[in-house]
């Protein structure tokens, strides 16, 4: 299975993006975006869980980010609005098949390349 990224750029605060993450296959039933800031380890920032009925979000993007994943459950999206300078970051999607603490990176066994995110003042 491999995973690909895409959907990353730039905006100013206040904009919007959306990222998504296509999977070759299927087999896993949890998905999740990290990002890593310039300079800063890598920080989970929301997961879901297939068939998408269970979502889960840092505390910093809770009412600002939605991830959710089409029907077939192998592609998920990340939707990012009201973005800030702080979330400027390479963004990575994971692939789990059976993560319990969807946060911790160590769940994922699959991860597809990173796609950047730049929100500017």
């Not at 800031?37 to 505390?59: L, S």
């Not at 809770?62 to 009201?82: C, E, H, P, W």
């Not at 390479?90 to 990173?114: D, F, K, R």
Request: with cysteine.
């Amino acid at each position: 299975v491999q995973l690909q990224a895409s959907g990353g750029g730039a905006v100013q605060t206040g904009g919007s993006l959306r990222l998504s993450c296509a999977q070759s296959g299927r087999g896993h039933n949890v998905m999740g975006w990290f990002r890593q800031a310039p300079g800063k380890g890598r920080e989970w920032v929301a997961a879901i869980r297939w068939p998408g009925t269970n979502t889960y979000y840092r505390d910093s993007v809770k009412g600002r980010f939605s991830i959710s994943m089409n029907n077939a459950g192998d592609t998920v999206y990340l939707q990012m609005s009201d973005l800030k300078p702080e979330d400027t970051a390479v963004y990575y999607c994971a692939a789990s098949s059976g993560a319990i603490v969807v946060s911790l990176p160590n769940e994922y066994t699959t991860w597809g390349q990173g796609t950047l995110v730049t929100v500017s003042s």
